[in-house]
């Protein structure tokens, strides 16, 4: 038996008749890009986050790259943000201009470690970018708060969080704008790329929409330099049949990590940490362990996929050697990445699947000192 990290065609297959019947829409109706479906996918998606605006863009990197140049963010610049995420967090940054300044992250939750940001900010600092890392809410508040009491503004990158939530609001809406990715193995996945901000401030919606479809307030009428940056409407008539089902497989994500949580309690990995009143949305079940390569070999030998989110920082990338880091500078993010791994789990894992992979678990755990003497590093 084989169980993949995640199983997108199982994804397909339990909406099949009302994504075709999407797909199909769009394509007999001759509107391809920002059409009506984008538009309904927009407020559909605004009110699920609870913002006043929502605007579609064709990929979650498009979204953080137009958040931030709305946000007046350029040249000369500097953005405080982790090393542990997705390049394209740092990459965005880079697309304004702007200098990615880096700050450690909490060893528990391996979110940015809010307390190391006000040493970070200097007179160039515009603005700070948590992320909300395999769909754990990151401290918004304390990063808000630095955030005001120094003039900068938060964008978040919540391209793992879909319905994360703190006190009753939504990942997205804690910052002056949220970012998200609908990346096909995103919790909210096209079939394809898409992204989208999200806002409360008008201001800053209009000028991502404009940024978003070349600078255009009319056709060939040129207000601004932008991008095109589009969301297509087989894209969003897809989003609007999975959107409906967010709140069920958000749930069905949450059954199955405290089903993990329960049967690996007694190994010796490292489960992912709780943080006080802050909702989980669990993109990647990330566990811990210091021998994670011998323990992912062992469960791909018995037919288990994992994945690593992420094996390396991006200050240790080599494509981003320029950004002047190296290795020592953030051991947090490092000892992270030498140690985390993503388990099975997606809203269609079947139970008895589940406890196949904890067992597989169980058994590498058991073996991996045997194999493996030698100390960690
Ligand atoms: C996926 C992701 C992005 C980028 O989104 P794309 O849609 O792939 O461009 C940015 N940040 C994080 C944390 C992500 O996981």
Redesign the pocket.
């Known amino acids: 038996m084989h169980i993949p990290l995640i199983d997108l065609q199982a994804q397909y297959r339990s909406l099949k008749p009302r994504i075709d019947a999407a797909a199909l829409r769009v394509l007999e109706s001759g509107r391809y890009v920002l059409g009506p479906e984008v538009a309904a996918f927009e407020s559909e998606f605004a009110a699920y986050c609870g913002t006043r605006h929502a605007v579609g863009l064709n990929?979650?990197?498009?979204a953080?790259h137009l958040a931030l140049l709305a946000c007046g963010v350029g040249p000369g610049d500097e953005v405080i943000t982790v090393p542990f995420?997705?390049v394209?967090?740092v990459a965005a940054i880079e697309y304004t201009g702007a200098r990615p300044v880096l700050v450690d992250v909490d060893p528990g939750t391996l979110n940015m470690d809010s307390s190391r940001v006000a040493a970070a900010i200097t007179e160039r600092t515009k603005a700070i970018v948590p992320?909300h890392?395999h769909g754990r809410l990151a401290d918004v508040e304390l990063s808000t708060g630095i955030a005001r009491e120094h003039g900068l503004v938060v964008v978040e990158?919540a391209?793992?969080a879909h319905g994360a939530e703190h006190r009753g609001r939504k990942a997205g809406s804690f910052g002056a704008a949220g970012c998200f990715?609908?990346?096909p193995g995103?919790n909210l996945g096209a079939a394809g790329?898409g992204?989208a901000v999200v806002t409360d401030d008008d201001g800053l919606a209009a000028r991502v929409r404009l940024l978003r479809d070349w600078g255009a307030e009319h056709k060939y009428h040129h207000v601004l330099r932008g991008y095109n940056y589009r969301l297509e409407e087989l894209q969003a008539a897809i989003l609007r049949v999975k959107l409906a089902e967010m709140e069920r497989w958000t749930e069905a994500r949450r059954t199955l990590a405290r089903r993990y949580r329960d049967l690996l309690a007694g190994t010796d990995v490292r489960l992912p940490a709780h943080a006080a009143g802050r909702t989980h949305v669990y993109h990647v079940f990330s566990i811990r362990h210091p021998e994670r390569d011998s323990l992912a070999a062992a469960l791909a030998r018995q037919g288990v996929g994992t994945g690593i989110h992420y094996p390396l920082p991006v200050h240790l990338q080599p494509g981003y050697a320029g950004l002047g880091y190296g290795a020592g500078d953030f051991p947090i993010a490092e000892q992270a990445a030498a140690e985390v791994l993503s388990l099975p789990l997606y809203p269609e894992l079947r139970v008895d699947q589940l406890e196949t992979v904890a067992q597989a678990v169980e058994r590498a755990c058991e073996a991996a000192p045997a194999r493996s003497p030698a100390p960690a590093g």
């Open positions: 990929s979650g990197t498009s953080l995420t997705f394209a967090t992320v890392l990158d391209a793992q990715s609908f990346y995103k790329e992204g």
